[in-house]
């Protein structure tokens, strides 16, 4: 199973499960047949900005935040986001379309939504696929260079 992939399934076992160890997220994978060892679980939670919250009784489970939309995405961020993820990309008119791995295409859009890039009007993702809208005046060949260039292809 790919990185994207395992990442993809323990943000959606933090969504479904009060997390409270990293062991116990390794046995919630490995009951869905995802081998990990807890090096490897300690990394994603770390790529994946997870952190530890306080619930009612007192216990602390592993969360992913939203970060607020006014917020920006440092570069080295999205450059690690965009060239983990992103496997090809094209263009036409003002937009850009980039390929990720299946369920990997929301954690591009989202990166690319909080960097701030003034020439990106806005995204909209699919499952391995998003579209980046560039913004009036911009063209999609230029915003295509600059994502490839993020991306490292």
């Known amino acids: 199973m790919s990185k994207a ?3 993809h399934r323990i943000t959606r076992l933090l969504e ?22 807890q090096a490897t679980v300690s990394r994603d939670l770390d790529d994946l900005g997870a952190i530890k919250v306080r619930v009612s009784g007192g216990e602390t489970i592993y969360a992913i935040p939203e970060l607020p939309m006014d917020r ?3 570069e080295d961020h999205l450059r690690r986001v965009m060239g983990d993820w992103v496997a090809d990309l094209g263009h036409s008119g003002n937009l850009v379309v980039l390929r990720t791995p299946p369920g990997s295409a929301h954690v591009v859009a989202s990166a690319l939504d909080r960097a701030g890039i003034p020439e990106v009007l806005g995204t909209v993702a699919g499952d ?6 560039a913004v009036e005046g911009v063209a999609g060949a230029d915003l295509a260079r600059r994502l490839s260039d993020l991306a490292g292809l």
């Open 5 to 7: 992939r395992r990442q």
């Open 16 to 37: 479904e499960h009060a997390v409270t160890s990293q062991s116990q997220l390794a046995e919630l994978l490995e009951a869905e047949e995802i081998t990990a060892t």
């Open 72 to 74: 920006i995405a440092p």
């Open 128 to 133: 391995d696929t998003l579209m980046v809208v």
